[in-house]
T-cell receptor, first 120, second 114 residues
Framework: DTGVSQDPRHKITKRGQNVTFRCDPI?????LYWYRQTLGQGPEFLTY????????KSRLLSDRFSAERPKGSFSTLEIQRTEQGDSAMYLC??????????????????FGEGSWLTVV | AQSVTQPDIHITVSEGASLELRCNYS??????LFWYVQSPGQGLQLLLK??????LVQGIKGFEAEFKRSQSSFNLRKPSVHWSDAAEYFC????????????FGTGTRLQVTL
């Protein structure tokens, strides 16, 4: 499978614990995005990377959230001291901007299956 | 502010009937526009996209969408709905030239009756 891969798919944690999600983008996609989706809502942008650089962060990304993409390939999203309000699905997505890509595929954003977080 | 609006929260159609899901956008310039579909508990699958050019865009699973600048709309259509099309549909927009992030509508839940 060459799509966006996320792990774990489901996580139940106690309030106050730390959790980490991993995302493996489509091979050679240089952009990687994190979104959050709560029940009944559309996904909301959290942050994105171009290669290793984190270029934009949403105001939704509080100090308890940190995302990394150390080698420009996979990314992790860590939530420290989880709160019940953090319960949501965390979606990872990726895209390619390189001109070497088919023009029709450039800037097309593909999503993974998501990681469900339940904080109890 | 950039926004995407899906006016219909829930739509029910009979199998075999035609479908149109509405999407309106508000951007300072022509945005990239996408339609995604989401089954319960799953991620988002891309149905189709509009970047520029031909305003009628064909996608997967028999879906199409038409970009209408004058109406700031990007409605999704399908001539004959199948029971397996029941899902949540999201319209999303991104800034032309960057597509650095997408703004999503709140979604339309499609129910298909047999």
């Amino acid at each position: 499978d060459t799509g966006v891969s996320q792990d774990p798919r489901h996580k139940i944690t106690k309030r106050g614990q730390n959790v980490t999600f991993r995302c493996d983008p489509i091979s050679e996609h240089n952009r990687l995005y994190w979104y959050r989706q709560t029940l009944g809502q559309g996904p909301e942008f959290l942050t994105y990377f171009q290669n290793e650089a984190q270029l934009e962060k949403s105001r939704l990304l509080s100090d308890r959230f940190s995302a990394e993409r150390p080698k420009g390939s996979f990314s992790t999203l860590e939530i420290q001291r989880t709160e019940q309000g953090d319960s949501a699905m965390y979606l990872c997505a990726s895209s390619a901007t390189a001109t070497s890509w088919d023009r029709g595929q450039r800037n097309t954003i593909y999503f993974g299956e998501g990681s469900w977080l339940t904080v109890v | 502010a950039q926004s995407v609006t899906q006016p219909d929260i829930h739509i029910t159609v009979s199998e075999g009937a035609s479908l149109e899901l509405r999407c309106n956008y508000s951007y300072g310039a022509t945005p990239y526009l996408f339609w995604y579909v989401q089954s319960p508990g799953q991620g988002l699958q891309l149905l189709l996209k509009y970047f520029s050019g031909d305003t009628l865009v064909q996608g997967i699973k028999g879906f199409e969408a038409e970009f209408k600048r004058s109406q700031s709309s990007f409605n999704l259509r399908k001539p004959s709905v199948h029971w397996s099309d029941a899902a949540e549909y999201f319209c999303a927009g991104g800034l032309t030239g960057t597509a650095s992030k997408l703004t999503f509508g709140t979604g339309t839940r499609l129910q298909v009756t047999l």
